[in-house]
């Protein structure tokens, strides 16, 4: 949780268009809401939110281009 923390914080000190972020369970989405509506509002940024478990896989990149700018 540390690590999400100092990565959060980095994210809103770079302006940037697109960010992905990654949660590893159903109950981060709930507990860190403000963060992430604070990236969607006041930063104006596009977010995406994708976990860590299940099928589905996490494309990076779409024919070697980067889909993100940042990565939470």
Known sequence: MG?????????LL?????????LDNKQLEQTHSQFIELL???????VEIAHSFGRN???????????YDHIV
Not at 57 to 67: A, H, P, S, V
């Open 3 to 11: 690590k999400l923390l100092i990565l959060s914080l980095l994210v």
């Open 14 to 22: 770079v302006v940037g268009d697109k960010v992905l972020v990654i």
């Open 40 to 46: 969607k509002g006041e930063k104006n940024h596009q």
């Open 57 to 67: 896989n996490i494309e990076l990149k779409y024919y070697d281009r980067f889909r």
